[in-house]
DNA sequence: CACCAGATGTGCT
DNA sequence: GCACATCTGGTGT
């Protein structure tokens, strides 16, 4: 029996030059491996969510980091296609996304859950606060800390050592869709339902939707009263 | 299950 | 200057 043979890097950089879209269901069951100084950490992934850029006229994503343009810290989801975006966020966290679409075109995946393959032990010094192997990497942040990236991680190349990527050969399972994790106002609504996850498995981060937040007031500056810069 | 503190980079004003 | 954030873990009901 012959099996295709696995995409190499530059052909997996040719899929991943799709729509985040249609990507995601192929990235589900898809493998990201990471390899440290202190070893290596493989994850399945179970959970992704697309991210898309103000270049799409059709669907222009108010969720997206990349919404009002390009800027110092979404810069890698503007280049080409198998980097890695990871962000900081809540003081105390780290995202982790793989972009997407051709070079010039922002979008990207944010690796919300998956199944930790290799490097359990490794895995579990790095988040001694998970009580169950199911919650090492069920969570975008926890995903990210057991993979041990940080910002230092944006924008390398997830296709090249001392990352690798490996596309499942077929469908992985039943996929699931539906609103994005925590993302606020239209962005987080169903007309945005570009989170994808495999029915069913247990590692999938459980779903919160975002926090309303009260439109925080901000003072009208009083009549007659001008602002200027220091200088 | 609901609620909430934590802690700081980032981008808008 | 300051509001907000693609979240997590702990506590209480």
Redesign the pocket.
């Known amino acids: 029996m012959d099996v295709p043979p696995a995409p190499d890097a530059e052909q997996l950089r040719g899929i991943l030059s799709g729509d985040a879209r249609d990507l995601a269901p192929q990235l589900l069951g898809a493998v990201l491996r990471h390899e440290s100084r202190d070893g290596a950490v493989a994850v399945r992934l179970t959970e992704v ?1 697309a ?1 898309m850029g103000p270049e799409d006229s059709l669907h222009p994503d108010p ?4 919404y ?2 390009p ?4 810069a890698p ?1 503007f280049g080409p296609p198998g980097h890695l ?1 990871v ?7 780290h ?1 982790t ?1 793989i972009v997407c679409g051709p070079a010039g075109a922002a979008s ?1 995946l ?1 690796l ?1 859950a998956g199944e930790v393959v290799e490097g359990v032990e490794l895995a579990r010094l790095r ?1 001694p ?2 009580k169950h192997r199911s ?1 090492l990497a ?6 990210a ?1 057991a993979l041990g990236l940080t ?1 230092a991680d944006s924008g390398r190349d997830a296709l090249a050592p001392p990352f690798a990527l490996v596309l499942p050969p077929g469908p992985a399972g039943d996929v699931s869709s539906g609103p ?6 239209a962005g987080g609504s169903e007309e945005y339902a570009w989170r994808f996850w495999l029915t069913g498995d247990p590692t999938v ?2 779903y ?1 939707p ?2 309303q ?1 009260p ?2 007031h ?1 003072p009208a500056p009083a009549p007659g009263t001008a ?1 200027f810069h ?1 200088r």
């Open positions: 969510e991210y969720g997206s980091h990349t009002r343009g800027t110092a810290r979404n989801m975006y962000y900081f966020t809540y003081g105390m966290h995202c996304n990207a944010l919300r988040r606060t998970s919650d069920s969570g975008p942040a926890r995903l800390k910002t994005r994790v925590g993302v606020s106002g981060s459980r919160k975002a926090v937040r439109r925080k901000r602002r220091q």
